[in-house]
T-cell receptor
C-alpha cells in the first residue's frame, strides 16, 4: 500500500543504453514530479506533470523524456545513457502545487549507475 | 541568485541530547519553507511547512522556527533518538511553485 512507488530500486547499465524508470501513486494526486539527487545530495526538479499535462520542464537533456499515461503514473525514459546520468532519481506527487502548501510525497528513489 | 544553505553539513550527537540545524535562504518571493527528513535509501518525508507569518511549528520532538526578516530557519530536535539519524533538508518554495532544496544536514545519533 505504498503511496508513491517507483521501480526499479537499483539500475546498473552501460553507457549508451536506453532505460526507463516507472512511478505510480495511489494517493489520487493531480501533480507528479521527477527529481534528480546528485552526489552532493542536492535535489533538483526535472519535470512536473499536472493531470497528465507537462507543466515544468527544467533544463535537462532531451535524452530524458517523461511520459504520463494517466494522472497516477509518470514514467521517465532515458536515451543514450551517459556517465553523468548516474544519480538517484525520485518520483513525487502532491494534490496541488507546492505554493499552495501542499505536501510532497516522495518515492524511495531509483539509484541509477551508468558504467 | 536563489540559494538555500544549510549548516552544519554533518552533526554527531549522543542519544537523548538536543540539537539545532540551521537554514539560510536568499530565494524570493517567498511562499513557504519546509523541512524534510530523508532516511538513507529512502525519499524525503515532510516534517513541517511554514508560511512567512508563522514563527514556529512543531511536529512531535521536531520544532521549526522561521524568521522571514532575516531569512533564517532552524530545526530543533529534542531528546534525540537513534531513529533521528538521517539527512534533514530545508526547502524554500518561491514564485508560488518553484522549490529550492538545501544540500541537507547529515545527523548521526549515537547510543
Amino acid at each position: 500500500d505504498t503511496a508513491v512507488s517507483q521501480t526499479p530500486k537499483y539500475l546498473v547499465t552501460q553507457m549508451g543504453n536506453d532505460k526507463s524508470i516507472k512511478c505510480e501513486q495511489n494517493l489520487g494526486h493531480d501533480t507528479m514530479y521527477w527529481y534528480k539527487q546528485d552526489s552532493k545530495k542536492f535535489l533538483k526538479i526535472m519535470f512536473s506533470y499536472n493531470n497528465k499535462e507537462l507543466i515544468i520542464n527544467e533544463t535537462v537533456p532531451n535524452r530524458f523524456s517523461p511520459k504520463s499515461p494517466d494522472k497516477a503514473h509518470l514514467n521517465l525514459h532515458i536515451n543514450s545513457l551517459e556517465l553523468g546520468d548516474s544519480a538517484v532519481y525520485f518520483c513525487a506527487s502532491s494534490q496541488g502545487w507546492p505554493g499552495g502548501f501542499e505536501k510532497l510525497f516522495f518515492g524511495s528513489g531509483t539509484q541509477l549507475s551508468v558504467l | 541568485k536563489n540559494q538555500v544553505e544549510q549548516s552544519p553539513q554533518s552533526l554527531i550527537i549522543l542519544e537523548g541530547k538536543n540539537c539545532t540545524l540551521q537554514c539560510n535562504y536568499t530565494v524570493s518571493p517567498f511562499s513557504n519553507l519546509r523541512w524534510y527528513k530523508q532516511d538513507t535509501g529512502r525519499g524525503p518525508v515532510s516534517l513541517t511547512i511554514m508560511t512567512f507569518s508563522e514563527n514556529t511549528k512543531s511536529n512531535g520532538r521536531y520544532t521549526a522556527t522561521l524568521d522571514a526578516d532575516t531569512k533564517q530557519s532552524s530545526l530543533h530536535i529534542t531528546a534525540s533518538q537513534l531513529s533521528d539519524s538521517a539527512s534533514y533538508i530545508c526547502v524554500v518554495v518561491y514564485n508560488n511553485n518553484d522549490m529550492r532544496f538545501g544540500a541537507g544536514t547529515r545527523l548521526t545519533v549515537k547510543p
